[in-house]
């Protein structure tokens, strides 16, 4: 019994010793370590949060660790997709411009509200969402926030239109991907979202001539 017990003594010695304990952590993988670390650290947060969960803090740490890295890591990826999509949507219709030819630029803003006005009694909203575009544009080539030409683009009026006045031009933004993906993307703009783009517009025609620009507010 005596011979049991002593040898019994020798293995937990060793077992606790430093030589073995770096043995077993080399064998350990890194992404091991750095999760029995981080369980460890959220135990003890737990426990300075609440003292009475001592017992229990270190058997909570790992599945309330995996919610939070769960959480955390659909934020991110949410987070990624939509910088990503928005990114995609901005340079695929960066070299393409509005004005398809001559006598489109030709037109007055009001021909264009009238041919948009025309194609919406026919139901075609994705060509009469093209024209609302157009007659804004050159609205806003009539009040010289921005010079229309054949060769420029949406991206490049945008670029102009900052320097005029930050807000506007963001929302010019967002009205040009729509105006870009009906144009070039084959995209069917259904009655719904031209009812909703259409309300933009026509809100901007009637109410950007008494807005202030940047300059004046300073």
Partial sequence: MENVNKAKEEIRDILNGKEYQ???????????????????WVANQ???LFPSLESASHTA????????IV??????????????????????YKDNKPFQSLKEMDWTLHT??????????QGDFTTSTR???????????????????????????YDELRKVNKE???????LALLFDEATYGEKMV????????KSQVMEWLGDIQEAPTDAANK
């Avoid at 264009?112 to 009694?121: G, W």
């Avoid at 609302?132 to 009026?157: D, G, I, P, S, V």
């Avoid at 506007?168 to 967002?174: D, N, S, V």
């Avoid at 259904?190 to 783009?197: A, G, I, L, S, T």
């Fill in 22 to 40: 770096m043995y077993r952590n080399e064998s350990k993988s890194i992404l091991t370590i750095w999760w029995e670390r981080a369980k460890e």
């Fill in 168 to 174: 506007w031009a963001e929302r010019f933004y967002h």
């Fill in 71 to 92: 959480a955390v890591v659909a934020m991110v990826v949410v987070l990624a997709a939509f910088l990503v999509r928005g990114e995609l949507r901005k340079h695929k």
């Fill in 190 to 197: 259904e009655k719904d979202e031209y009812v909703h783009y």
């Fill in 61 to 68: 740490a790992g599945p309330i660790l995996i919610a939070i």
């Fill in 46 to 48: 737990l426990e300075k």
């Fill in 112 to 121: 264009h509200l009238e041919e948009a006005m025309r194609l919406e009694a």
């Fill in 131 to 157: 024209h609302l575009f157009l007659a804004l544009l050159l609205y806003c080539h009539e009040k010289e926030w921005l010079k229309a030409r054949l060769w420029k683009t949406n991206w490049e009026y």
